[in-house]
Each structure stands twice: as structure tokens, then as C-alpha cells.
């Protein structure tokens, strides 16, 4: 599989039309009923709207680096400015027309202590006239020669009741383009010849077929047969999820989490990587396992959440059981861990032959906080600190063993001599190092101490070095 980086998606623009939607909620704490009802109180502690259906498509497609525009129906109403307003903060374009005899399709979730109590929507559901079509339509096809691909997202709010499915998917392949769905309802007929839909398991057996009651693998091929889908991907949730292709049928399992938080949003997180993936060049099979581990990031999250490109390129190194990064990796990944509340602490090395030393001066660092971060010295600067005949294990091997270790979270391979301009960019929270060092002495200290953070010096475990191995191997 083709590895992915920060960059993978930058250049790539993705025109996203569908049911837009806000999504609304209200968080706060219950500890008493009401005496007016059998119903809790919920003491409001915080309100936060994110963009939702189609919108958080878009937002999805945004955090990865993708460069997207979206259409779609509001009403004309303070929802549609809230969605405008957090539509520009992410910087995607706005092509959204409003009909004033609509609602702005609201969803209102009451959550107390992580558990949602209730929901309420605002929406109108009716087909939108011809002429707003039409409008949007034409607006969307000036565009679509100069996209990468296009995704449908249809919630069943009236937007594709009619025929504009039919018209993007026809104007898309037309320009030589990919047409993306993610789909409602039973009524396919309207996304035929579509190079990919993505259901979920519910949603397919929803659709009549005559392999409807014979399972899976024969209802999900027949109905590709039928539609003259190119591939049709079904979401299966902790099943995971499954491909059908020309290739015949492809499952993956649904990676592992360690909770599964909310899964709002999952189904948008599928598509959008998947289009925004294959555009990049990937295969499909790599863009499936990528929309996988996707999907494995936002449900561990709260509420509608788009993934980011930093959560993205981590979950998927760590499900290659990889942790070596590339600077520009350690620092975006550096910046997600802060974000979330994560002490990263740094420790750094040139680890030439690990032995019993290094491995309690790794736990002990890494007991300093969340996430441990080891700076290993190149080759060359190896060479430079130790003399022409280390190091034993070249960079690759020895980046790769340290990865190995639980404790580590992520290795990052630094040529200069010292590692102060690797500590500028993830500014770490804790410095670790080797009794050998006195904290004064320690590469960094100023700036750590600066932002808050603290030396810490471990002790030496008596006759382990890296020198002393050599000595006796060479003896």
C-alpha cells in the first residue's frame, strides 16, 4: 500500500453537492426530574454547532487538505447564516442556494454526560422546484471540468427526489470525471452508472432485489449488476465493510478501537475519503482500508467530527505498525496530541545496538506523560558524534526497532547533530535523558522551560553502553 502524507491531498479539488445540514448540540449535566413531567433537567453547560450532512462532507474533505466546494438547499433562516459562517472558517466554498419556502435542515441533539438524551430536527422534506434545480445544476456543471471528482450526498431532504442525480452523474463522466454516492432510500434507479455508492448494510437491504432475502454477497453483487454501479462499497460497522468490483468481492475488518464514542458522521467520513484517496492516485483497495481507518477515528470522537489529514496519516502508520516519521509528520501529529489534551514527552538518542539501559530509560520517559517521542541521530551525524566505524545498525534499523517497543510512540530520524531544531517543531512538554546529563546540560531545556515544561534525568542502569557491547563483540 502507498504510504500517505501530509501533502497527499493538497491540489486536489472535490465539488460536493447534497443535503446540507447544522448540526446542533447542547451539553450540560442532569441530576434532578422535573416536577412539571417524568423528564430530566438538563442544566446547560455548552452549545456548539458543526456542519453536518453534505456540509461535513465537505468538512472532511477540508481536513484532509483537499481544496472543495459544496451546493446544496437552505431556507432563509438564522441556520443557513450559522452554516454560511462555520462554511467559511473552513474555508470551502459556498454555492448553496436558498429557497425561502424551506427550513435549513436542523438536528438538535441534548447530551448529558456523553449520553444523548434527545433529538429534535428541523427540516423540510419536500422535492426542491425545477427552477432551484436547475439553478444548482447548472452552477455545479461550469465546474465539474476542473474537478478532481464529485460526491453526492443524498439524505433524502428533497434534493435528488427528482432527476439531479441523474444529470451530475451524465455531466461528470461526460467530462471523463468520477461521480461518488452516498445514498438514501430504495429509489437507486436515480444513481445508475455511478462509480461508486456506499450504503450501509441497513441501507442496502433496504433496496428491493431479487437476492434480497439470499444474503449479502449475492444481494450487494446483483444490485452492482443492475445499477451499473463500477464499485459498490458497503459499510457494515463492527462487521467493517465490503467491496464489490469487477475483481469480485472484497471485505475488510472494521479496525480496532478502543471505544467506539458516537458514530455521527461515519458514513460521511467513508465517502469523502474515499473519493478524495482514489482522485490522489491510489488504488481502490488502498482507498478502501483508508476510508476503514477513517471511519476508526471518528467514532472514537464526540458528535459530528470530520477526520483530519494529522489523524488520518497517524492511524494509518500505526495500523502498519509503523511510527516513523517525517519531521513535518512529528510536528503536525505533535500539535493534534496537544490539541487533545496529551502530554508529549521527548527523549532522543543515537541507540546504536539497544540494550537494557536504553529500554528503562524509554519506560521511565515514557511514565513522564501520554505520548513519547525519540529523536534518533541519522547516520551521519552518528559518525560525526561517535567516529567513522558506528554506527553498527544503519538508521532504518535501528528507527525500526525502537518502533517495536510499545512504550514508543513515534520515532523521528534527526542530521543534525543535536536535536534543538526537531524540539522547536514538536515542542515537547518533558525532556528526558540519561543520568550522564546534568539538567543544565540537556539540548532544549530553555525552550521546554519556557512553554511550562520540565527536565527529567534518569538514572544509568551500571554496565550497559552501546561502546561496551562493541568492545566485547570486537574482542
Known sequence: ?????????????????????????????????SPEAPVPVLSVTERTDVPGGAANVAANLRGLGCSVALWGITGSDGQ???????????????FLVCDRNRTTTSKTRLVADSQQIVRYDEESNEPVSSELEDRLFLSLESRISGADAVVLSDYGKGLFAKGLARRVIDAVHRSGGQVFIDPKGDKWERYRGADCVTPNERELFHVPGEYREKGLSLHGGNLRNS??????????????????????????????????????????TVVSVLAAVVAAGFSWRDAMVLANTAAGVVITKSGT???????????????????????????????????????????????????????????QAAAEGDRLVVGLNSDESVKRLKGPDRPVLCQEDRAAILSAL?????????????????????????????GDYTPESVVGRELVEANGGKVVIVPLLKGKSTTEIVKSLRG
Open 1 to 33: 500500500m502507498k504510504n500517505i502524507s501530509l501533502d497527499t491531498f493538497k491540489g486536489i479539488r472535490i465539488l460536493v453537492a447534497g443535503d446540507v445540514m447544522l448540526d446542533r448540540y447542547v451539553r450540560g449535566e442532569v441530576s434532578r426530574i
Open 80 to 94: 443557513a447564516g450559522i452554516l454560511g459562517s462555520l462554511l467559511e472558517e473552513l474555508r470551502v466554498e459556498n
Open 227 to 268: 445499477f451499473a454501479f463500477r464499485k459498490l462499497l458497503v459499510t457494515r460497522g463492527a462487521k467493517g465493510m465490503c467491496l464489490f468490483d469487477d475483481e469480485g468481492e472484497y471485505s475488510l475488518p472494521a479496525p480496532r478501537v478502543r471505544d467506539v464514542y458516537d458514530v455521527s458522521g461515519a458514513g460521511d
Open 305 to 363: 467530527s470530520p477526520v483530519s489529514i494529522e489523524e488520518l496519516v497517524s492511524a494509518a502508520k500505526n495500523g502498519r505498525g509503523s511510527k516513523i516519521c517525517s519531521r513535518d509528520e512529528a510536528a503536525a501529529l505533535g500539535k493534534l496530541w496537544r490539541i487533545r489534551g496529551e502530554k508529549i514527552v521527548f527523549t532522543n538518542g543515537c541507540f546504536d545496538l539497544l540494550h537494557p539501559g536504553h529500554v528503562l530509560l524509554l519506560r
Open 406 to 434: 510499545e512504550c514508543v510512540d513515534m520515532v523521528v530520524i534527526f542530521p543534525e547533530d543535536t536535536p534543538l531544531a526537531l524540539i522547536e517543531s514538536l515542542r515537547p512538554d518533558v525532556l528526558v535523558k540519561g
